[in-house]
């Protein structure tokens, strides 16, 4: 079986999504990798193993690479006779951020029929933007901190007590994110926040919480990674999550109690459930008093947080060979049919 690496896109985390291509040819170290690169301006590019390095997407060298078409069933070369098609079994998304995660790629590949791993349209919608996480969330009865929606067009006038978190509603990486301890700092971290976003979510900031990562997926069973507790200052910003992404050793697992572990792994797979399938998630939890918060849904982790499993790769062959495919309508055009035969045509 070979997998297919979709990485780039038009977001904010572009830079990060060719981080994590990056690391995935060290993690795959039996099974053949497919490269394609998708650049700002939405266009594909074939990218061969020995290219996939940092320098060739900062100089533009991938501009003089092989261009590609996607049709039905995949993507192509165009040829003088004709197009080439790429070869592989199945596609892996790793486009963080737009593109990627908002559904668009998974629109994509339902349509033109190119088996894929990745959440699908409606699981990115929910996970892509952080207040209908919280919807979603309350709907199966896990916990979530509290919360307020700001728009760029609102009043600023903020009800929940400080210190706060404010958070971009449709980004990841950290970026954007500000705690602010007091009123005097609130209009600079909101200022940063709608660069990003019309939508900014402000959550309680809570010192030295606990917080706890778990990753995975459901093949013919569950597929569950280790549960981390990541090392932190205040929160992980951007520059620590950057070099998060580039992560291909092994985790070591959180000293915690048999309890909260039981917590998670429930919460994670409530969360999961039928919606995610087809995908590989991060789920980010806090425990407050011993009770476990989510705090965001990763639809496409960085580097797929390969280093939380034991076995990442064959875990990915086996969600490959478990994929579920939208069903097939056929149009018989009976009603056309029958409009027709009404009034009397062929």
Not at 39 to 48: A, C, D, G, M, T
Not at 185 to 212: G, Q, R
């Amino acid at each position: 079986m070979s997998i297919a690496i979709l990485f780039g896109g038009s977001s904010y985390e572009h830079e990060i999504s060719i981080v994590s291509a990056i690391t995935m040819q060290k993690v795959f170290k039996k099974t053949p990798l497919v490269n394609i690169f998708v650049s700002s301006n939405r266009e594909f590019y074939l990218i061969e193993p020995r290219d996939m390095k940092s320098s060739t997407f900062s100089s533009g060298a991938y501009k003089k690479m092989q261009k590609l078409e996607i049709k039905k069933g995949g993507f192509f070369v165009s040829k003088m006779f004709g197009a080439k098609a790429v070869e592989f079994n199945t596609l892996l998304n790793l486009i963080h951020g737009r593109d990627g995660e908002d559904g668009k790629i998974a629109s994509l590949m339902e349509f033109f029929s190119i088996s894929y791993i990745s959440s699908r349209l409606e699981a990115c919608a929910m996970s892509f933007n952080k207040l209908y996480t919280k919807f979603y969330a309350q709907s199966i009865g896990v916990k979530s901190l509290d919360y307020q929606l700001l728009n760029n067009e609102s009043m600023r006038e903020v009800l929940l007590p400080f210190p706060l978190i404010v958070k971009p509603c449709r980004l990841g990486s950290s970026i954007g994110v500000s705690i602010v301890k007091d009123k005097s700092e609130l209009d600079y971290a909101l200022d940063v926040a709608f660069e990003f976003d019309s939508d900014v979510l402000l959550e309680p900031f809570i010192a030295n919480i606990k917080e706890y990562n778990l990753a995975g997926c459901y093949t013919d069973k569950w597929e569950l990674s280790i549960v981390e507790e990541p090392k932190k200052d205040e929160f992980l910003d951007f520059d620590k999550k950057y070099l998060d992404f580039s992560r291909d050793g092994k985790a070591v697992a959180a000293n915690i109690s048999q309890e909260i572990q039981n917590s998670i792994v429930e919460s994670f797979k409530a969360i999961y459930g039928e919606l995610f399938q087809g995908s590989i998630i991060r789920c980010d939890f806090f425990e407050v008093n011993g009770e476990i918060y989510l705090n965001e849904i990763n639809p496409i982790p960085g580097s797929m947080a390969n280093y939380l499993f034991e076995d990442f790769e064959n875990m990915v062959l086996r969600l490959a060979s478990a994929l579920r495919f939208e069903k097939k309508i056929e149009s018989k055009y009976a009603y056309i049919n029958s409009i027709q035969s009404a009034k009397g045509k062929a």
